[in-house]
Every structure is written in C-alpha cells, then in structure tokens.
C-alpha cells in the first residue's frame, strides 16, 4: 500500500504565503516525477507545478513567478511554497506522484486526498 498525505493548506488573506507538504509512505520502491495539482469548484483538476526526481520543474502559466516546487527523495516529501497568493489560487490541492511499490513493481500514480486553499480578497 502507498499513501500520499498532504498537510498545510488553510485560509489566508490575499498577498499571504502558505507552504504545502506531501509525504509518501508504505511500501515504496523509488518515486519518479511528484506534483500537485488543483480543483476550483465547478472546475476540472488542472496542473499546478511538477517536479522530476532530478528536480526539473514544470510550472502553470499562472503561479510563475509565484509557487516553487521541490522535493526531499530521502523524505519522499514533495512541497509546494505558495507566495503573493490571489482569490483566483482558492481550491483543493492535490498532490500526485509517480512510485514504484516494492510489489508489483511497476509504476503506478496515485494521489493524496487534497488539501483546502482558501485565499480571501
């Protein structure tokens, strides 16, 4: 079994900072790309930030400059550092991961159960 958990979303006033962590635990062999992803209500889940276990990273359009991704593979913790949030930013955030369990070994993606991000104007 593998779990990802995601911890430190909540409200915060625009222009406001929030840092989110995901950790995956259970029977992991080694974990590939780690990203998060987000949900506005009425909305489809759409791409927040990527980051390969090399550390490359791939950004939505609308956080660059703004969100920073990284990792902590001797953790198995992605984060995200969300700063100069805006209204627009509120949603469910959900953390998504490429692992390889150590049975079966073969990649599998999973995600976390989101984490809320409210950010008042």
């Known amino acids: 079994q593998v779990q990802l958990v995601e911890s430190g979303g909540g409200l915060v006033q625009a222009g406001g900072s929030l840092r989110l962590s995901c950790a995956a635990s259970?029977?992991?062999?080694?974990?590939?790309?780690m990203g998060w992803y987000r949900q506005a209500p009425g909305k489809q889940r759409d791409l927040v930030a990527t980051?390969?276990?090399?550390?490359?990273?791939n950004y939505a359009d609308s956080v660059k400059g703004r969100f920073t991704i990284s990792r902590d593979n001797a953790k198995n913790t992605v984060y995200l550092q969300m700063n100069s949030l805006k209204p627009e930013d509120t949603a469910v955030y959900y953390c998504?991961?490429?692992?390889?369990?150590?049975?079966?070994?073969?990649?599998?993606?999973?995600w976390g159960q989101g984490t809320q991000v409210t950010v008042s104007s």
């Open positions: 980051i390969t276990r090399g550390g490359s990273t």
């Open positions: 998504n991961a490429g692992v390889v369990p150590i049975t079966p070994p073969r990649l599998n993606n999973y």
């Open positions: 259970g029977s992991i062999f080694s974990i590939d790309a």
